[in-house]
């Protein structure tokens, strides 16, 4: 067990919805990060928050947004759902910004 | 731009054999770091094993070792002794040192354990 939960584990939605995947870091840690894991693109990296402030963008479409809260919990946002968007989602957590980053267990969406 | 090319999208060993799964990295960066992270069936992505580029020894995690060839910009992963529980998809990953923290991946290399 990383540490990191991650609900919920899977969620299945029509296209067109929205949906909020949550992440609670581990105790003490103040930086999170978001990935996406698809079979056509891979893993690649979302979005990252640290202590509450965006810190770095990678390929997160403009249709998702996301937020870190002053319990650092953090969620991501994902709107106006396409097919293409069915992906597990993992969220990661770090001490500081550049720390090994421990994984939770990832949100499987498929988007029907 | 950082590429991470892992070139073996699957291999198999027999139980209790080593194997060797491979990663080349791209990078102007002389500063960096390089993981090695499991995905068994359960999804969880756990960390298997973390090389700093300004160190030239190898880092080792009990049964796991890596070769790091900063000039060939190549790091493998070996595997000794291997185990059932080693069956599962491993990632390369390659961060900057300073300000940029993402992770960015390898394509993955499925490894099979034969009993």
């Known amino acids: 067990d990383s540490g990191v939960t991650q609900t919920p584990k899977h969620l299945i939605t029509a296209t067109g919805q929205r949906v909020t995947l949550r992440c609670s870091p581990r105790?003490?840690?103040?930086?999170v990060y978001w990935y996406q894991q698809s079979l056509d693109q891979g893993l690649q990296f979302l979005i990252q928050y640290y202590n509450g402030e965006e810190r770095a963008k990678g390929n997160i479409l403009e249709r998702f947004s996301a937020q870190q809260f002053p319990d650092l919990h953090s969620e991501l946002n994902l709107s106006s759902l396409e097919l293409g968007d069915s992906a597990l989602y993992f969220c990661?957590?770090?001490?500081?910004?550049?720390?090994?980053?421990?994984f939770g267990a990832g949100t499987r969406l498929s988007v029907l | 731009a950082q590429t991470v090319t892992q070139s073996q999208p699957e291999m198999s060993v027999q139980e209790a054999e080593t194997v060797t799964l491979s990663c080349t990295y791209d990078t102007s960066e002389s500063d960096y770091y390089l993981f090695w992270y499991k995905q068994p069936p359960s999804r969880q992505m756990i960390l298997v094993i973390r090389?700093?580029?300004?160190k030239q020894q190898n880092a080792t995690e009990n049964r796991f070792s890596v070769n790091f060839q900063k000039a060939a910009k190549s790091f493998s992963l070996k595997i000794s002794d291997s185990q059932l529980g080693d069956a599962a998809m491993y990632f390369c990953?390659?961060?900057?040192?300073?300000?940029?923290?993402?992770?960015?991946w390898g394509a993955g290399t499925k490894l099979i354990i034969k009993p």
């Open positions: 105790s003490g840690d103040l930086s």
């Open positions: 990661a957590s770090s001490v500081g910004a550049g720390e090994i980053q421990y």
């Open positions: 990953a390659y961060r900057d040192s300073d300000s940029n923290y993402q992770l960015i």
């Open positions: 090389q700093e580029a300004y």
